[in-house]
């Protein structure tokens, strides 16, 4: 039986029914996708459940009640565990979701996690032009600095920057660095967008020139440029420094750069517009269309991939933990950086591949539930997360 697992956009949608947020064209979406080439086994494990009748009626039976597709195909019972040598597996505890790809012939009970940690949140350090430090987060809305030309100002997890017209504007660099389990926003001189991963930093001026705007970014973030003249009409080029190890040069467009240093390549998605990739320090680039990624790293240069999902990239800026065929290292990563813990191994890690998401507000307990059911163990320490056999 070929197994169809459902890509991010459906994992959102499924969010969106939980959280009471979703229209009802994005009902009739998510039920469309539903009941179409489903026929694989779908259980919710009692441990989860338990709590959560109202949520599984919510999103098995009344998606399916509330619209006029297919007749609705048969759900199993609550607590039933399957074998099946495929399967997908909908797990559904505090407003949080998870598909899993299983390759065992057994799935395992669900060991209790005794401790539980909290997602990080809107949490960064902005450090202005004369060296003083504001923490973001301990900081009320409104207007943080008036002055030469410039206002910085604080609403909701978002940092703005706006140019006094009336004032000769003084050029500083900022530096906005978010720590682990923190994420930000920033609006930036001429409008354009950077929303800020967990651990990362965006180092740039405080205004903009007519020739060129350059920024630079340790870590990830999600960018949306928005498009700049010259005096004479020209674009005037974004340029992004990675790590000292990529330059991307945009005009106008919406992408995402993923360069943690624990990571192996730096990865560039692009989601709208064209952008240009090279190594830092050279001139052979390569251009990027949407739906297309850049993998760099130093050893082997640049490869782009097509026929990506690019909405994955940037489930994290859209409240998702999501991932796609990746190993449980990969996904302990993302743990570490967002929840603020230590990861540890202990014995010889199965191989496992997990596609699927949580929400970026869950505790972290319902991420470990879910990869248990896999054969793969946690022990929460403190802040430390050991993982064995």
């Known amino acids: 039986m070929s197994l169809k697992i459902p890509d991010v956009r459906y994992q959102h949608l499924a969010s969106k029914w939980l959280n009471g947020s979703i229209t009802e064209d994005e009902k009739k979406e998510f039920a469309s996708w539903y009941n179409t080439d489903q026929d694989h086994e779908v259980i919710i494990p009692e441990s989860l459940a338990a709590d959560e009748q109202t949520h599984r009626e919510r999103l098995f039976s009344g998606v399916l ?12 019972p609550l607590f039933r565990l399957s074998v099946a040598a495929a399967v997908v597996l909908l797990l559904l505890g505090a407003g949080t979701y998870f598909f899993v790809k299983q390759k065992n012939e ?24 004369d060296g003083s430090v504001l923490k973001l987060n301990e900081l009320a809305n409104g207007s943080l600095k008036v002055g030469k ?27 906005i660095k978010t720590p682990r389990g923190g994420q930000f926003r920033v609006v930036l001189p001429d409008g354009s967008k950077v929303w ?40 005037v080029p974004f340029r992004i420094n990675v790590n000292n190890k990529e330059l991307v040069e945009v005009l106008g467009t919406h992408f995402n750069i993923m360069a943690y240093s624990d990571e192996k390549v730096i990865k560039t998605t692009l989601l709208e517009g064209s952008v240009r990739v090279s190594k830092t320090g050279t001139k052979n680039a390569s251009l990027l269309k949407p739906g297309q990624q850049s993998e760099y790293n130093g050893r082997d240069g640049f490869m782009v991939r097509t026929g990506i999902d690019p909405e994955e990239s940037i489930s994290w800026k859209n409240g998702l933990i999501a991932f796609k065929d990746a190993d449980i290292k990969t996904i302990m990563r993302q743990v570490e950086r967002w929840y603020d813990v230590k990861v ?9 591949l997990f596609t699927g998401g949580i929400s970026r507000n869950s505790q972290l307990s319902s991420l470990l539930k879910v990869l248990e059911l896999n054969n793969i163990h946690f022990k929460v320490k403190g802040k430390t997360i050991v993982v064995s056999p």
């Open 196 to 235: 800020l991963n967990a651990a990362s930093s965006l180092h740039y001026p405080t205004t903009f020139g007519n020739t060129d705007r350059t920024v630079n970014l340790t870590g990830e973030g999600y960018f949306e440029i928005a498009k700049l003249k010259d005096d004479k009409k020209r674009s």
């Open 106 to 129: 057994n799935a395992s009970e669900i060991a209790s996690v005794t401790a539980d940690i909290a997602p990080g949140g809107d949490k960064a350090t902005l450090t202005l032009g």
């Open 65 to 76: 009640r509330q619209t006029q597709f297919v007749e609705p195909r048969k759900v199993l």
């Open 149 to 175: 030309g410039i206002r910085i100002s604080k609403s909701d997890g978002e940092l703005i920057y706006e140019t006094l017209s009336d004032e000769t504007v003084q050029v500083t660099f900022n530096t």
């Open 344 to 352: 540890e191994y202990e014995g010889d890690i199965p191989e496992r």
